[in-house]
């Protein structure tokens, strides 16, 4: 079982990329995804979190994330993405989505309440 992320890249400012998050060996929609950013030099940091399709499926969002990043899921393709608006420098890291049980409804930044995480993937934001 695994998570695999993709969709990075290098964009502009001001651009927009949306990044997948796709499951592998279980059913994503039975489980909360948070995604996570890190980067260089700098502690990992929560961005936002959607909840499970058999619970609310709400989304839930850190102050940083909110008004640009959005998420979204779709169950028949074992995915869930990240959609990122409004680019910014400041945005460059590298991403990373989890997955926990059960989470409550707020972003849990604690690595140990998440079973699955990606690899992540690259984005770069050029001024």
């Known amino acids: 079982a695994q998570l695999v992320e993709s969709g990075g890249g290098s964009v502009q400012s001001g651009g927009s990329l949306r990044l997948s998050c796709a499951a592998s060996?279980?059913?994503?929609?039975?489980?909360?995804i948070t995604w996570f950013r890190q980067a260089p030099g700098g502690e990992r940091e929560g961005l936002l979190c959607i909840n499970k399709s058999d619970g609310d499926g709400m989304i839930y969002y850190q102050d940083l994330a909110k008004g640009r990043f959005t998420a979204s899921r779709d169950d028949a393709k074992n995915t869930v993405y990240l959609q990122m608006n409004s680019l910014k420098p400041e945005d460059t890291a590298v991403y990373y989505c989890?997955?926990?049980?059960?989470?409550?409804?707020?972003?849990?930044?604690?690595?140990?309440?998440?079973?699955?995480w990606g690899q992540g993937t690259q984005v770069t934001v050029s001024s």
């Open positions: 060996g279980f059913n994503l929609d039975r489980w909360a």
């Open positions: 989890a997955a926990a049980a059960a989470l409550p409804g707020v972003v849990v930044t604690i690595r140990d309440r998440y079973a699955y």
